[in-house]
């Protein structure tokens, strides 16, 4: 009996709830009664129509992150100033009387508004981020609001069409879309189940057109590859839909019965300078004519996917928008094998909506005070707040102008609690550290953002006890300040989860429970068929102006130094957000090189392998030159999310301007200028 019990399994739904596009769901093999490695197999689902059976590259090692020898296990103190992973361990009702006792002192001496929760998407589930808003919508405290990728995008498509989310992402494979755009969008690293329906459309004969400022891998299976420099996607626009007007190629009845405002489209994209475009966007005229043309010829059978990159700019809500007018014009939308593609995350709020009021209990006359993610670092250097709570983030990898974000973590008036699975860059700056869960080990909901829908994760046990999920600790921590009998906190993580689903229809219920997940669309829906939007009056809103902005920024870029470049910085493909170095350390070395073309390199009298110093008004580092054959001359490429504390500031947000997207919504990643100066060794 004893032996049966040691070996029996347990099956269990889950869903990586890593901050990507594809939100894998997987069969878990648990060994509850194991000792420490409980989960022994993740197997992605085979049926699941987008996922397809397969992880990507970052965690198709899930175990050896799980149950990495590194991983948190008990809580820890700081031991030495801030700035350095100096800790000791102690027990967990002592760390949760000290968290308690601080709060206390800091609602009586300030008030509960000098607490500040700041929180992201580390972990993606709905119970993850949004439970521990019980304990501080209660206490009356501050939260952080909004995001630092996408919202400028959304919110540029949301001015046109009342949402940002039109086009069921399944029409890549219908047959109708023989043209198939990719703009901005690194699908072969990034959106690798993308990746796979865009490789069925080509085999399906599909024509592949790839836009990007990056030759990225996707790139060398398209017809034809377009790479404008970083930024000027809007004049390339500008560009297109000169050329589809002056030929009489767009859809004059489209824009007639269904776009207010099609006539100042009409009127500013007639107004170009072709030649000083070109020049300026760095595209050849005859690749750009091809492209035009095939627009032309497949027009109501092209469909376009936008990657969030092309937004990361200071008017990246308005570059994408402009992108977008190209599909308008062509009356692309509302029909199979048509649309635009972003984020689709707005196609499920009809059923989140419930869900996310009964998961954080936030009432309108809850007393909540919300700062923008994006500006955390000036938020704390304001001196407003004296205690600070961060889960399912690291701000100090994640956030532009590192400089600033560090200086403010690292005031002593402020006391930092951090949860986490791992030491990384943030905790630095904690006072106070809480070993966290993994999803697998929590019972949570995921909404995808790529596929509409809905999935599970069913908990395993945890083989740490003092690792707790974001709710447990908060719930912990409400009965240390006296919450403990508050219906708010009675709830365990399995019954909110269970709450969550009696709100759900039956169908996404029943789907989640027998299958692990529900897609919200069947491969052949056409979103918007009846081209009826959310708008105030249910037409496309295209008022202008279009494309007067950006000028100065484009001057600067234009007239730049010799030795001064535009900094663009994606993620690695075997890292995401600052995670997963633990499992991938074999690429770590890449987050100290900054890559350049090779002209680039050859003008600054460089080699490969030197070691050079990169500045600008943010602050300096040095790095490693490589050659890069994906930049064109006057970008360099340095990868985003350095996952381990590194001695000295290889963190490329150290150079990431402090001003967001125009909208205050989002970063703009990828507008910094910055200057290398080759370091003479002093042996030469």
């Known amino acids: 009996m004893d032996v049966e019990k040691k070996i029996s399994k347990k099956i269990r739904f889950g869903t990586c709830t890593k901050d990507c596009y594809g939100s894998c769901v997987f069969l878990g093999e648990w060994s509850d009664n194991a000792p420490e490695y409980k989960l022994i197999s993740a197997v992605p689902l085979k049926n699941h129509p987008f996922t397809q059976g397969f992880f990507c590259q970052k965690l198709n090692r899930r175990q050896d992150l799980i149950y990495h020898p590194k991983r948190l296990k008990k809580p820890l103190i700081r031991t030495e100033p801030k700035g350095k992973n100096s800790f000791n361990s102690i027990h967990l009702k002592e760390a949760l009387n000290i968290v308690a006792e601080k709060l206390k002192d800091v609602k009586k001496k300030y008030s509960s508004t000098a607490i500040l929760a700041a929180y992201f998407a580390g972990n993606s589930g709905l119970i993850s981020m949004y439970s521990p808003l019980r304990f501080f919508g209660k206490l009356g405290a501050t939260v952080t609001s909004g995001g630092i990728c996408n919202e400028g995008g959304c919110a540029g498509l949301s001015k046109l069409f009342g949402t940002y989310s039109t086009t069921n992402p399944f029409q890549l494979i219908n047959k109708n879309a023989r043209l198939i755009v990719v703009w901005g969008s690194n699908l072969s690293e990034t959106n690798i189940h993308a990746y796979l329906l865009v490789k069925k459309a080509l085999r399906d004969n599909a024509i592949l057109v790839v836009v990007d400022s990056r030759r990225t891998r996707i790139a060398e299976d398209a017809h034809i590859f377009l790479q404008p420099y970083p930024g000027t996607e809007h004049l390339l626009s500008k560009l297109i839909l000169y050329q589809l007007i002056t030929q009489y190629a767009y859809d004059e009845s489209f824009l007639k019965e269904y776009v207010d405002g099609y006539n100042s489209i009409i009127s500013e994209a007639i107004q170009v300078d072709e030649k000083k475009i070109l020049s300026q966007i760095g595209v050849d005229s005859q690749t750009l004519h091809d492209f035009i043309n095939l627009l032309i010829e497949l027009k109501h059978h092209t469909i376009f996917n936008i990657g969030y990159g092309v937004q990361k700019d200071f008017y990246g809500g308005r570059i994408v928008k402009a992108i977008t007018l190209i599909q308008i014009l062509l009356g692309n939308f509302g029909k199979p094998g048509t649309g635009l593609i972003y984020s689709q995350s707005d196609f499920n709020k009809a059923f989140l909506r419930p869900l996310l009021d009964y998961i954080t209990k936030i009432t309108p006359e809850s007393l909540i005070k919300k700062i923008p993610i994006i500006k955390l670092g000036s938020?704390?250097?304001?001196?407003?707040?004296?205690?600070?709570?961060?889960?399912?983030?690291?701000?100090?990898?994640?956030?532009?102008?590192?400089?600033?974000?560090?200086?403010?973590?690292?005031?002593?008036?402020?006391?930092?609690?951090?949860?986490?699975?791992?030491?990384?860059?943030?905790?630095?700056?904690?006072?106070?550290?809480?070993?966290?869960?993994?999803?697998?080990?929590?019972?949570?909901?995921?909404?995808?953002?790529?596929?509409?829908?809905?999935?599970?994760?069913?908990?395993?046990?945890?083989?740490?006890?003092?690792?707790?999920?974001?709710?447990?600790?908060?719930?912990?921590?409400?009965y240390k300040i006296g919450w403990e009998n508050s219906p708010t906190f009675q709830d365990t993580d399995e019954l909110i989860l269970q709450g969550c689903l009696n709100l759900l229809p039956i169908k996404i219920r029943e789907d989640i429970?027998?299958?692990?997940?529900?897609?919200?669309?069947?491969?052949?829906?056409?979103?918007?068929?009846?081209?009826?939007?959310?708008?105030?009056?249910?037409?496309?809103?295209?008022?202008?102006?279009?494309?007067?902005?950006?000028?100065?920024?484009?001057?600067?870029?234009?007239?730049?130094?010799?030795?001064?470049?535009?900094?663009?910085?994606?993620?690695?493909?075997?890292?995401?957000?600052?995670?997963?170095?633990?499992?991938?350390?074999?690429?770590?070395?890449?987050?100290?090189?900054?890559?350049?073309?090779?002209?680039?390199?050859?003008?600054?009298?460089?080699?490969?392998?030197?070691?050079v110093k990169v500045s600008n008004e943010y602050g300096s580092s040095k790095y490693i030159i490589s050659e890069s054959k994906v930049v064109k001359p006057g970008v360099a490429l340095i990868f985003s999310g350095t996952p381990f504390p590194f001695s000295g500031n290889s963190n490329v947000n150290l150079f990431t301007p402090d001003r967001p997207e125009e909208l205050g919504l989002s970063g703009a990643y990828n507008s910094a200028l910055i200057k290398i100066y080759k370091i003479i060794s002093n042996n030469k």
């Open 379 to 478: 938020a704390l250097d304001s001196g407003d707040y004296k205690m600070l709570f961060i889960y399912n983030f690291n701000p100090a990898s994640s956030l532009p102008n590192q400089n600033q974000v560090r200086k403010a973590l690292s005031q002593n008036d402020i006391f930092i609690v951090m949860q986490d699975q791992f030491l990384n860059e943030t905790t630095k700056y904690a006072d106070i550290v809480i070993p966290a869960k993994f999803d697998v080990e929590s019972h949570d909901l995921v909404s995808p953002y790529y596929i509409p829908g809905l999935s599970i994760n069913q908990a395993g046990p945890c083989p740490y006890p003092d690792c707790m999920s974001n709710y447990e600790f908060f719930q912990k921590l409400a």
């Open 513 to 611: 429970r027998i299958k692990g997940y529900h897609i919200l669309f069947e491969k052949n829906y056409v979103p918007f068929k009846n081209l009826y939007f959310p708008t105030p009056n249910g037409r496309i809103q295209a008022h202008g102006p279009h494309f007067e902005f950006g000028k100065q920024e484009l001057e600067r870029r234009l007239n730049r130094n010799k030795n001064e470049f535009l900094l663009i910085t994606p993620s690695h493909v075997y890292f995401l957000h600052s995670q997963l170095g633990q499992i991938h350390p074999r690429y770590l070395e890449v987050f100290h090189k900054i890559f350049l073309n090779q002209d680039d390199i050859n003008a600054l009298d460089l080699k490969v392998g030197n070691e």
